[in-house]
């Protein structure tokens, strides 16, 4: 049987501190010499960063629209079946969304620890306890963890406000650290305008994580041992099975992947998914390297190509590789970020015009609010690739729209959802795929034929 504690981290709203209570829990048990196996609730690709670095292992995503609910129930039973300790980050409020982190809670039996914000309460917290608690009936629970706690007088004026004295797992102070080196942890683990800096691009990235795990140390949830974790054991079913076969559409191709500061935003089930259709995956640098190496495909995924514009465009050795690779007929599947750089310049923030590659025609303009946020699918032919978007730029192209994607309702205009752009060998598009959601169509936007 695959069962193993699991712990559901989820909050009233976004900005709690989700991710770095569960980065911390996960540092803080692999310490203790514990397998933790971390997963993230949604289309989210910077917290997993932190997650891998926390648990030194791979951090899938769980959606029970994205991923579907059987590819939810087999990675969390093939994680269950090698790990100590399951824990699964929540997304926004622990009851929003259509498909929400409770749904997903109650549907694997997996209890809820809320994380709160206190910083600026006292008793009130009871008062929201007993409501993402009895909110929906037969919620999996665990307890409360109060965040920014301003010392032991603040927490216990919190503590004293439960219903149930069970509820209390701790608290975790405002400034953690040592007082010359403590950060407010809203510092800790740093953001920018999509979400938190990827932990590879802080050279202590490590020992941030160390300083939050060593505070969570000192509360009872910190305190915990394997024995005592076991109150929240989830049976996840029966012996792991495997997925059901891929037809290995991209047998003896090699797919090149972009993959630096510029081109982060990778799931690493992307990379599973091109493997498992049978492509050679290589993935290569376009801020540092001078070509792209040998291939028959190219997936530019998304990231900040705005933050290093100058660069990329300075770097002409590896444009004129691209469009020799694009004047080939080799395809191209690129994704936000990465059609970003594809297109001839962007207006940034500041209001700098910067070349970039100059490969799809086209401008992009950086704004500082959002343009688009949501789940969308892409139809092609019968089969549905699902994934998201979430971007602060538009882009103006002439280049012809060959689909769009939409939400999952379909609701709107016709022309409503993000255009899918194809310029010769190239598809683009604001939209992240999920691979594994249609491999076939995967495939196609590879060069490979999409099938019945």
Known sequence: ??????????????????????????????????????????????????????????????????????????????????????LIEGVMGLFDGEHSVGDLAQRFGIPVLAVVDTSAMGGTLGAIVHGLRHYRADLPWAGVLANRVAGDRHAQMLRDGLADAADWLGALPRVVGDAAGGREPGGLLPERHLGLVAAHELPDALQRLDAVADALAGTPLGRMSAADLQRWAVDFGGTPVGRAAITPLLAGRTVAVAADEAFCFIYEANIDTLQQLGARVVRFSPLRDAALPACDALWLPGGYPELHADALAAN?????????????????????????????????????????????????????????????????????????????????????????????????????????????????????????????????????????
Request: glycine share 8%.
């Open 1 to 86: 049987m695959s069962r193993c504690p699991a712990l559901v981290i989820a909050a009233p709203a976004s900005g709690q501190g989700k991710t770095t209570v569960t980065a911390a829990l996960a540092r803080l048990h692999t310490r203790q010499g514990r397998r933790v196996r971390v997963f993230k609730c949604g289309p989210d690709f910077l917290d997993p960063h932190w997650h891998q670095l926390a648990s030194g292992a791979p951090v899938h995503q769980l959606d029970l629209w994205m991923t579907g609910a059987a590819d939810c129930a087999q990675r969390l039973r093939a994680a269950a079946a090698e790990a100590d300790l399951l």
């Open 316 to 452: 002409t050795a590896m444009r004129d590789s691209l469009q020799a690779h694009v004047a080939a007929g080799r395809p191209v599947w690129a994704e936000c970020g990465g059609m970003m750089a594809l297109l001839e310049s962007i207006t940034l923030a500041d209001g700098r015009r910067v070349p970039l590659w100059g490969l799809l025609p086209g401008h992009a303009t950086m704004q500082r609010r959002l343009a688009a946020l949501g789940p969308r699918a892409l139809r092609m032919g019968t089969h549905e690739l699902r994934g998201h978007t979430f971007h602060y730029s538009i882009t103006d192209s002439p280049a012809a729209v060959c689909a769009r994607a939409q939400r999952p309702d379909h609701a709107g205009a016709p022309d409503d959802g993000e255009a899918v752009y194809r310029h010769g060998s190239i598809h683009a598009s604001y939209f992240h795929a999920w691979f594994a959601s249609s491999p076939q169509a995967t495939a196609a936007l590879l060069g490979a034929e999409a099938g019945p």
